[in-house]
């Protein structure tokens, strides 16, 4: 973005340009790693160039925050991505099955969580659609999956609401679904690395695996116990991450940057 050099341009990122950090992972799951290496390290190069301008950076957490610093040389302050609550109704869990919301891209790990939920003789329910739809189908022939496709917000409250948990099987720059999960009264099952160590308290509002394997999230399904956690107790870790309070630390750090001026510059840390 370009702008007067006497504006003051504050950038809250949601992540670092995934091509920047996570080449394979990300380009490669499109089948386009060697193809597209020369067209990348090009966009990469003027990624960082474009990384210069602003006035000061506001990160959705702090794991981007920590990527903000070492792929841009940036300092952010910190203003978590806020939840919205009013999509979101308490739920009993009473549906006997795990969940998966998440568009359908490879890096997501979606795979992972379809092998997990057959190690451990649970039955999944995968809402989203995506470019790997048609390989998680035949990765998930004869297992407990259902794949639910792109629903309402109403089916998703439903649903939600509904489930024993909620899983994220990938490493996510922050990741919503585990306070959407909360907001429905649900606790959360993720990959311990990433934005869901800033989101997820182990024990309270659900629960971590520590390796990215299928056998490691298979073993905290056969364990989990939906009853040791408290809807009400969960809803109110999510109302932590309102809008009002979003917009409360997001006004008061613009505020601060327009106060120190425009010009390249970071807040002061």
């Known amino acids: 973005m370009r702008f007067r050099p ?5 950038c809250y990122i949601n992540t670092v340009s995934r091509f920047a950090f996570a080449y394979d992972s990300y380009v490669g799951g499109f089948g386009l790693s060697a193809l597209a290496r020369p067209l990348v390290e090009r966009l990469v190069a003027w990624d960082k160039r474009a990384a210069t301008r602003p006035t ?23 203003a978590h991505c806020p939840v919205d609550l009013d999509r979101f109704r308490t739920g009993d869990g009473a549906g006997g099955y795990f969940l ?6 490879p890096y997501k790990r979606i795979e992972l969580a379809i092998a997990a939920c057959a190690l451990a003789h649970v039955p999944l329910k995968i809402v989203g659609a995506g470019p790997a739809e048609r390989a998680l189908k035949a990765a998930a022939a004869g297992t407990g999956t259902e794949f ?19 899983i994220l099987p990938g490493e996510e720059d922050y990741g ?33 695996f520590s390796q990215p394997t299928a056998q490691s999230l298979a073993t905290v399904l056969a364990d989990f116990e939906t009853g040791r956690y408290d809807p009400a107790a969960l ?11 979003f917009t409360e630390r997001l006004h008061a750090l613009v505020d601060e940057a327009v106060r120190l001026g425009p010009g390249v510059r970071d807040f002061a840390q």
Not at 57 to 76: H, K, Q
Not at 235 to 245: D, K, L, N, V, Y
């Open 100 to 105: 998966v919301v998440s568009r359908l891209l």
């Open 56 to 78: 000061a950076y506001i990160a959705n957490s702090n794991n981007v925050a920590e990527r903000v610093r070492r792929y841009y040389g940036r300092m952010p302050q910190v």
């Open 176 to 208: 919503l679904v585990p306070l959407e999960a909360n907001a429905s009264g649900r606790p959360a099952i993720a990959y311990g690395v990433g934005g869901a160590l800033e989101t997820i308290l182990p024990g309270i509002t659900g629960e971590y």
């Open 6 to 10: 006497d504006a003051v341009h504050v």
């Open 235 to 245: 809803r109110a870790h999510a109302e932590a991450f309102s809008p009002a309070r």
């Open 148 to 166: 639910l496709g792109a629903i309402s917000d109403a089916e998703l409250r439903d649903v939600m609401g509904r489930a024993r948990a909620v």
